[in-house]
């Protein structure tokens, strides 16, 4: 069993920067992608940033230039570095890790709070 456990997260004013950081752990897993989701209240969920285990990186348009993510394949670890924050990036941040272990899985952290006000 893998398990992904975030960290970071809280409230900050619109202009400003936080910091997420997720870990994998378990044992005899392989990392192939790694990513932060986010859901806004009365929206689907949705992809902010992924990371592959390569270090290709994706982002959604409307975090382009203000969000990075990164990878740290020694650690299992990733972060996201949100800056430039916006009311509008107000949403629960899930992180999510497409990991073999014993085959392909899609693993879910339990989410944390992001809040944004303007």
């Known amino acids: 069993q893998v398990h992904l456990v975030e960290s970071g997260g809280g409230l900050v004013q619109a202009g400003g920067s936080l910091r997420l950081s997720c870990a994998a752990s378990?044992?005899?897993?392989?990392?192939?992608?790694m990513g932060w989701y986010r859901q806004a209240p009365g929206k689907q969920r949705e992809l902010v940033a992924a990371?592959?285990?390569?270090?290709?990186?994706n982002y959604a348009d409307s975090v382009k230039g203000r969000f990075t993510i990164s990878m740290d394949n020694a650690k299992n670890t990733i972060d996201l570095q949100m800056n430039s924050l916006k009311p509008e990036d107000t949403a629960v941040y899930y992180c999510?890790?497409?990991?073999?272990?014993?085959?392909?899985?899609?693993?879910w952290g339990q989410g944390t709070q992001v809040t944004v006000s303007s």
């Open positions: 990371i592959t285990s390569g270090n290709n990186t």
């Open positions: 999510n890790g497409h990991i073999y272990n014993w085959g392909w899985y899609n693993y």
């Open positions: 378990g044992s005899g897993f392989s990392i192939n992608t």
